[in-house]
């Protein structure tokens, strides 16, 4: 069964098709100031990228422009890149790797910068990795970046925030106070009202570029679920004792928490879930080691379920989208047991279940966001893993229904 559901993720994961929705309707701007409408794999850069892959129709093959020969780029309603060179400061904000020098230590470099806002005051910004950095221009002035450098003084680390001090000198305007300058944080959201509000408070025209359609980064969902599981006991010492309780169908209930990653155009999340779910068997056979010469075994096995892990989602149109997830699930038992009777129902030995730990892999589709079906298969798991002698192999493949609530 495993090595089943191995090789639907791994299909799954070759899907190339509309299914990605990555290229979209764009242009670029060539070196001779010329305006190309073209076709743009949208891959969400968490990075800014130093080229990007384009085509002119959906049956030609892509071809890849760069930095170098390309002044401006864009995917329309989505993002857009103009080419810039400018002076950066890389300083590391890392313990370890961090500056005791307080001003920036800037290099020219030929950069793609993220246009934020655009207008009489523009704002950009830049990421390469955990590295972000916040440019600006004013009118027709030079692109500079807005400083902000974290450095060691006298063992403790301090801030430079002198990127206040050039927004109070270049952003006069009556409704934009000092005390509001004075709070400002080095932040993306914080930046974009200022950047806003200067604009709007000087009337001028602008462009807010910043991506405003990123729904969903977290989702609450309801999950029952249907599930086909089997257990079986084994003892080193006394194997007519061993026991397969066979397989038996039973339900689930569970909340699930998912928490959209925000790049690579939200296919990728984390999820956490809590599932209870049952599992009651007895089964009866004859041996001549006990008295009577029956032996009946009862499991009675409830438990919490916490998965932990990550998934990622293949686009097939804007409502529909399949996915794929792993999970490593922590356990919590309540009140479980297995129990081994005579024939005339006295106990013969009691066996206490333990708390265990396994993996999950599920495959899955989901409607409109709110609706989901999804089969999952949990590897295997020993829930009475305290004895040393006896040994258990619990599984269990799952049908988890969903809806996302919130």
Not at 162 to 175: A, S, W
Not at 312 to 326: E, G, P, V
């Amino acid at each position: 069964m495993i090595k089943r559901i191995l090789l639907i993720l791994i299909a799954i994961s070759s899907l190339k098709s509309y299914s990605q929705i990555i290229f979209e309707n764009g242009y670029f701007i060539d070196e001779s100031n010329k305006r190309i409408e073209c076709l743009i794999k949208n891959v969400d850069w968490r990075s800014n990228p130093t080229e990007f892959e384009y085509k002119f129709s959906d049956n030609e093959s892509a071809k890849i422009a760069n930095i170098k020969t390309v002044k401006e780029f864009g995917i329309n309603n989505v993002s857009k890149f103009i080419r810039a060179k400018i002076n950066i400061d890389r300083s590391s904000d890392k313990m370890g790797k961090m500056s005791s020098e307080r001003n920036p230590a800037f290099k020219e470099e030929l950069l793609f910068l993220k246009v934020l806002i655009e207008g009489k005051a523009s704002l950009y910004q830049y990421t390469d990795g955990n590295l972000i950095r916040y440019f600006f221009k004013l009118d027709d002035s030079e692109i500079n970046q807005l400083v902000y450098k974290q450095y060691l003084y006298a063992n403790k680390i301090a801030v430079n925030n002198y990127f206040r001090q050039q927004l109070y000198l270049q952003l006069k305007c009556d409704e934009i106070e000092k005390n509001e300058l004075k709070h400002l944080s080095y932040d993306k959201r914080d930046l974009e009202r200022l950047f806003i509000k200067y604009n709007e408070c000087t009337n001028s025209n602008y462009i807010n570029h910043a991506p405003h359609n990123k729904k969903h980064l977290f989702n609450l969902a309801i999950r029952p679920g249907i599930n086909y599981s089997s257990l079986e006991i084994q003892n080193q010492w006394k194997q007519t004792w061993d026991t397969d309780f066979e397989n038996r169908i039973g339900i689930s209930f569970g909340l699930e928490a998912e928490f959209i990653l925000p790049f690579h155009k939200n296919k990728w999340g984390l999820i956490v879930e809590s599932t209870y779910r049952y599992f009651k068997s007895e089964q009866t056979k004859e041996t001549s080691n006990v008295p009577g010469g029956i032996l009946v075994s009862k499991v009675d096995y409830k438990s919490v379920e916490l998965p932990i892990g990550v998934r990622h989602y293949f686009y097939l149109n804007d409502k529909s989208k399949l996915y794929a997830n792993i999970s490593y699930v922590f356990e919590i038992q309540n009140n479980s047991y297995v129990r081994f009777f005579e024939k005339d129902n006295t106990l013969l030995e009691e066996l206490e279940v333990s708390s265990g730990m396994n993996m999950a892999l599920g495959i899955g589709y989901k409607y409109n966001n709110n609706y989901s079906i999804e089969i999952r298969y949990n590897t295997s798991r020993n829930i009475i893993g305290s004895y040393l002698s006896w040994y258990s192999d619990y599984r269990t493949v799952s049908v988890i229904f969903g809806y996302s609530f919130f």
